[in-house]
DNA sequence: CTGTTAGCGCATTCAC
DNA sequence: GTGAATGCGCTAACAG
């Protein structure tokens, strides 16, 4: 049997097999009403014949969309962003939109270039996952009427939305299902300074202890930077206070991660000797050993906050020229990384500060070594 | 003051402006070195005054190529990937590339949309990463002449390019290195039956254990499904055997995690009690408590391999009918969830098939009940 | 070396 | 209700 060999098909190929105009192709494909069934019928059997789809290339040409929505995050690898972006897509494919997925890599010449790059693919919108962006770049999307979003750190403008988060609410309840458990030592270990959402956690956690009469020692708010390694730093960080904290509270869940893995090291149990609270709740806390107990910021309600607002720019008459504000509700998940606070005798004696080395420990060491 | 109104920037205008023709502007952006360098300066700096960013819309609809290659996962979520889809990226940027990336959540219209999307954005090349395809997607896409690109399931024909796992390597290592922590009873935790990569590191295993006289008891292999509830399912199955295993090697990390997982709540310490295997080496491994020995299947490497062949494909001149198979090696990783085998007596005493219950865990069933 | 012209595949006027 | 013609923004002939 000899294969017919491959032409690119057009819509010019299946008018002339259908017998038909170019347009009436073009109409039928696009569902619009006042084609005579009797040719649609024609048209749609040649289609299916041939196997034929449509070049959204061209029709994103002639049609000034694209059918494409940008999303920006700082790096896919980071546990919070996958979620997402599987939410995204769901809604992308819903709505017959594709994702133009960058990641900033927390390099501004990479943010630039994302930028660049949405720009060139003409994007309908982008929705913008990296807790900050330069002005200037906004400045050249905008500059383009592209429709944006932000999450916490937009600025109020026609054309861009706003996703704010509701910190206050989750933390609030971190902080008082600790002091329930008698905890009232309470660390805090923060997101890098620079970053408004971190500050925000942070400011979230004083107010909420203040709220109940907890003091806050400042020698109990520990910087970190919102990795795992970060989390392990802070936990040794900790581990040098004169009066060692019952609990902390996590500004995500990955330094939550970070130091339970070190507190295991040390031989500190989670929860008999420290109670752990995370924040984010992204998929891996419940899988945790223990289940990490932590304040969940929805990320399905999260993209589906960004896609509809998006989606609501380009379908408003208004030329991109409205701005949404939505809000972001966070509630605490509670699971086993938290209990009851040691009195404080017994978390003296029951932090045992020293490394646990293993014949294990040492092989892996000398194996990787 | 006032800005200057938005308009749609084109080739056209910058020609215009710079007083020369499209011709020239478009040779001046391409970089053709016949461009005279006055004319060319002339047109920069247009180009760069008003911010002028080609549409490649229109460049892929002339040019006949998208600079565009298909990346199809089965699910975004899972730790696998996202190291993957960040190596792609960063090599689609190097080479001026993006990324469509789309998920098939084991859903096979998904999957056919996902095809079908690939191809009304024509795509130049499409990495398929989902451990399987139906033979009539496949046949849509190369009918298309889009070259592809498969992990151990391609077909060997042209313009297809495979991706050989070498499953054994890694997988006898790890045999080996259990064996030589002297242990005799292991257990394996295969994926689903279904899936040709978990048949082949399951074929691996048996014949490893073969290779050094070891014994593979039936009992002691354990279907899974390549999720954390099926390492914790298998773990209750091992629980149950008259022998029990003293080492396990899974099909992957998240089986190996959900199994040491639920062998927490049993009060089975790892690995005094129990050594533990995975499979993948995702980055979560590293982090586990206790971190994860596993065979690491460098996720980077394959997304290099995986770019490298569609890149070939589309810059060889014939056509798209070469076909390149290249092999990904695997070696074992080795951390702290493996240690010498506890003598049976040991081994018996020692594993407490009971549930912890403490008043956290009640706490929280209740919470969330 | 540069400019003019003709499409790339499609949607959309406008006559009929 | 249908078809012929125009143009989306760009590149690649082709002349000059």
């Known amino acids: 049997m000899v294969e017919e060999f491959f032409r690119a098909m057009d819509i010019r190929e299946i008018a002339r097999r259908a017998k038909v105009s170019t347009a009436t192709v073009s109409r039928t494909i696009n569902g619009v009403p006042t084609v005579d069934p009797q040719l649609a019928k024609r048209v749609w059997k040649v289609v299916n014949e041939l196997g034929y789809y449509p070049n959204k290339q061209a029709r994103a040409l002639v049609s000034g969309r694209s059918r494409i929505f940008g999303l920006i995050v700082s790096e896919i690898t980071n546990p919070f962003f996958p979620e997402i972006v599987q939410s995204f897509e769901d809604l992308a494919v819903q709505h017959n939109y594709e994702i133009l997925l960058t990641s900033t890599v927390y390099d501004p010449k990479r943010m630039e270039l994302s930028v660049r790059r949405m720009i060139e693919r003409r994007v309908d919108g982008v929705a913008i996952l990296t807790f900050g962006m330069e002005d200037s770049l906004i ?150 050993i223990p289940p990490l107990t932590t304040v969940q910021m929805s990320q399905t309600e999260l993209a589906s906050l960004a896609f509809k607002a998006l989606l609501n720019h380009v379908e408003s008459d208004s030329s991109s020229l409205n701005h949404t504000e939505s809000v972001l509700h966070t509630t605490l998940v509670v699971r086993k990384s938290t209990g009851l606070a040691p009195s404080s005798v017994v978390a003296e004696k029951s932090i045992r500060s020293r490394r646990l080395v293993s014949k294990t420990a040492k092989l892996s060491e000398t194996s990787s070594g």
Chains 1, 2 share one sequence.
């Open 139 to 288: 400045e050249d999307l905008r500059f383009r009427n592209v429709p944006l979003v932000f999450v916490d750190v937009g600025p109020r403008m026609p054309g861009v939305s706003n996703i704010r988060v509701n910190y206050q609410e989750g933390i609030r309840e971190a902080v008082q299902h600790l002091a329930a458990f008698r905890h009232a030592r309470i660390a805090f270990v923060s997101g890098p300074v620079t970053l408004r959402s971190a500050l925000a956690r942070k400011a979230a956690f004083e107010q909420s202890m203040q709220e109940i009469g907890l003091n806050v020692a400042p020698e109990l708010i520990i910087e970190g930077d919102h990795t795992m390694k970060g989390g392990m730093r802070a936990l040794l960080e900790l581990l040098s206070v004169r009066q060692r904290p019952t609990g902390v509270l996590c500004s995500n869940d990955m330094t939550a991660i970070g130091l339970m893995r070190e507190a295991f090291d040390y031989g500190i149990r989670v929860p008999e000797d420290l109670s752990v609270v995370g924040f984010d709740d992204i998929r891996l806390a419940q899988f945790m």
